[in-house]
């Protein structure tokens, strides 16, 4: 499967026509912010069309003043922007061996955008929460089956307060500059920065505050892998914050260079903290040497990076990022096996061949 084809005429790759799932072309990576109709789009649902004048946002539960949202109110509200990578909890599943079930991502599913909405904090101090408050579920208006759901059902996530009181988790009615696309969520989701996206609810359609998580299948039996700190009450867990990460975009697998000097880039990023170092490997995990970085851009973005490489010997070649991240994470060799396939975050590995022209 390709990592990336510069051939391509779209700027996706499409992995599933409906509900859609398309990945970005790893050389597209070069850029601050990923143009719109290059970001990447997992849907687990055929996507809803709705009309914003008949569409409302009821938030309800544990508060003390029940609320109900206009799309034009929310637009009126006092808006944030933050500049935020998504990734896909199942990116680079492919990668991971034995195979996991679920879309064959390679590693397109990552992206970055500038998002623009009002802080959920916001909405929910208006609302006033009650003392007993600890989560809040998210609820799309999309609905269907998943394998193994039982039946259909809606696509649904709960976020803990604590996650929400950062004025930098939106309910998101922008994108780039322009109108959420349908495909992203119109005419509102929910943007949980520095989580994997299955927190970003899109096309939301109810806001219900809790006093527990609310558990339920996306959260609790689809984006779970095993705990490892053997806890007899809590054999899995939530997937929640991005692991570090960084992925080679130039050169791109399998391509052909000539010997002499090349530049390597690419992109690194992690949910816990900024990324310190990017190393990279030519000579197949002998030696690793620091690559260039860029200072970080905002607290949820991907930093590119860069390394000078001399191409000398003729052959197969295989090119390798490893990121470091300012909690001390480094990226593994071979990511923590889970029988979903999610929070893949083994180092990246682009076979490339040197041959005279
Ligand atoms: N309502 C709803 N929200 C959703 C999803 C979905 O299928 N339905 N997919 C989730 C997943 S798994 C991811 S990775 C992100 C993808 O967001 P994007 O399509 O805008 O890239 O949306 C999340 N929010
Ligand atoms: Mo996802």
Wanted: with cysteine; net charge negative; hydrophobic share 35%.
């Amino acid at each position: 499967m390709p990592d990336s084809d510069s051939d391509s005429s779209g700027d996706l790759n499409v992995l599933s026509e409906d509900p859609l799932c398309a990945g970005v072309f790893l050389s597209n990576l070069d850029v601050p912010v990923s143009p719109t109709e290059g970001h990447f789009i997992r849907s687990h649902f055929p996507a809803p069309q709705i009309n914003s004048a008949d569409w409302s946002l009821p938030i309800t539960g544990d508060v003390e003043t029940p609320i109900n949202l206009r799309y034009h109110d929310l637009l009126k509200m006092p808006s944030h922007e933050v500049v935020s990578l998504m990734e896909c909890a199942g990116n680079s599943r492919s990668t991971m061996q034995p195979p996991a079930e679920g879309v064959q991502w390679d590693n397109g599913a990552v992206s970055v955008s500038r998002w623009k909405g009002v802080s959920v904090k916001t909405v929910l101090e208006q609302a006033s929460l009650k003392s007993v408050a600890t989560d809040v579920l998210f609820e799309g208006v999309d609905t269907g089956t998943e394998p193994h759901s039982g039946g259909p059902l809606r696509y649904a996530m709960s976020v803990p307060i604590e996650k929400l009181l950062d004025p930098d988790t939106l309910l998101a009615y922008e994108m780039n500059g322009e109108t959420l696309p349908k495909d992203h969520g119109y005419p509102i989701r929910l943007l949980v920065p520095g989580w994997y996206g299955m927190a970003s609810v899109k096309w939301l359609s109810n806001i219900t505050v809790m006093d527990h998580p609310n558990g339920g299948f996306h959260e609790m039996d689809y984006c779970i892998y095993p705990a490892t700190d053997g806890k007899a009450d809590a054999k899995v867990k939530r997937v929640t914050s991005l692991k570090v990460k960084s992925l080679i975009s130039t050169p791109t697998k399998g391509s052909f260079v000539t010997p002499g000097s090349h530049k390597i880039k690419g992109v690194a990023w992690s949910g816990d903290g900024h990324i310190t170092k990017v190393e990279i490997s030519t000579d197949d995990n002998r030696t690793w040497r620091p690559a260039k970085l860029e200072q970080p851009c905002g607290s949820y973005s991907w930093q590119h990076w860069e390394y000078d490489w001399e191409a000398a010997s003729l052959g197969h070649s295989l090119l390798r990022s490893r990121a470091t991240d300012s909690k001390g994470n480094v990226q593994p060799m071979l990511a923590q096996w889970n029988f979903r396939g999610y929070q893949v975050n083994s180092i990246h590995s682009v076979p490339i061949t040197v041959r005279k022209d």
